[in-house]
C-alpha cells in the first residue's frame, strides 16, 4: 500500500524559512516522479513543484520560482521542499503526490494527508 | 485566475445526473491526459479519474470522465449525498512545463 506522510509544518515569520519532509512507502521509490501541491485557506488546488524519478530535473511554479527547492533522497525514500524567503501567501496545507511513471506529466496518483505551514508574524 | 476554467459551483438531488465542465487550450489539455480529483476539506484529494477517462480501482462507475479537443468533463450519476466535495480538473502544460489545476467546483448535494 503506497503512502506518503508529509511533515515539516509550522509558524514561520515573514522571510523565514522551512524545509517539509515527505516519506514515502509501499513503492520502489526511486522509480516515480513526485511533486508538492499546496491549498492555501479558502482557495483551490496549486502544484508548487516536481522532481523526475532518480532526482535531475525539477519544475517550480512561477510563485516559488527562485524561493523553493524541491530534492529526494532515495536512499531514504524521502521527498523534500526546502522553502525560503517565505511570504504570507505561501500559508497553505502542503501535500505531497506520487506519480504514476518517472516523468512529471503524468498523474498525481496518490497523495498525502498534508502537512500545515503558516507565515505570519 | 487559474490556466484551466471550471464553474465554481454545481448541484443536484439524490439520484441525478451532474456535469462539471473543465476547458483549457492546447498547450494543456489539448496535448495530455486529463486528471479529475475529488478533495474534501481537511483530507487527501482523491484520483478520480485518469488519463482523460479511466477510473482507479475502487471509484465507482458513476464517476465517468470525457475530453474533446481543448474540453473536458467530470459526469456523476446517482448523485449521493457522498458527493459532495469539491472537485478538480487538472493536467501538464507543455508550454509552461508545470501542473495547472481547474479552479474547484463545489458540488452540493440538495
Redo the contacts between chains.
Keep these: 500500500e503506497v503512502q506518503l506522510l508529509e511533515s515539516g509544518g509550522g509558524l514561520v515569520q515573514p522571510g523565514g524559512s522551512l524545509r517539509l519532509s515527505c516519506a514515502a512507502s509501499g513503492f520502489t521509490f526511486s522509480n516515480y516522479a513526485l511533486?508538492w501541491?499546496r491549498?492555501a485557506p479558502g482557495k483551490?488546488?496549486?502544484?508548487v513543484s516536481?522532481i523526475i524519478g532518480s532526482g535531475g530535473s525539477t519544475?517550480?511554479?512561477?510563485s516559488v520560482k527562485g524561493r523553493f527547492t524541491i530534492s529526494r533522497d532515495d536512499s531514504k525514500n524521502l521527498l523534500y521542499l526546502q522553502m525560503n524567503s517565505l511570504r504570507v501567501d505561501d500559508t497553505a496545507i502542503y501535500?505531497c503526490a506520487k506519480q504514476?511513471g518517472t516523468t512529471?506529466?503524468?498523474?498525481?496518483?496518490?497523495?498525502?494527508?498534508?502537512t500545515l505551514v503558516t507565515v505570519s508574524s | 485566475q487559474s490556466v484551466l476554467t471550471q464553474p465554481p459551483s454545481a448541484s443536484g438531488t439524490p439520484g441525478q445526473r451532474v456535469t462539471i465542465s473543465c476547458s483549457g487550450s492546447s498547450s494543456n489539455i489539448g496535448s495530455n491526459y486529463v486528471y479529475w480529483y475529488q478533495h474534501l476539506p481537511g483530507t487527501a484529494p482523491k484520483l478520480l479519474i485518469y488519463n482523460n477517462n479511466q477510473r482507479p480501482s475502487g471509484v465507482p462507475d458513476r464517476f465517468s470522465g470525457s475530453k474533446s479537443g481543448t474540453s473536458t468533463s467530470l459526469a456523476i450519476s446517482g448523485l449521493r449525498s457522498e458527493d459532495e466535495a469539491d472537485y478538480y480538473c487538472a493536467t501538464w502544460d507543455d508550454s509552461l512545463s508545470v501542473w495547472v489545476f481547474g479552479g474547484g467546483t463545489k458540488l452540493t448535494v440538495l
Design positions: 511533486s501541491v491549498q483551490g488546488l496549486e502544484w516536481a519544475y517550480y511554479a512561477d501535500y504514476t512529471v506529466k503524468y498523474s498525481l496518483h496518490y497523495w498525502g494527508q498534508g
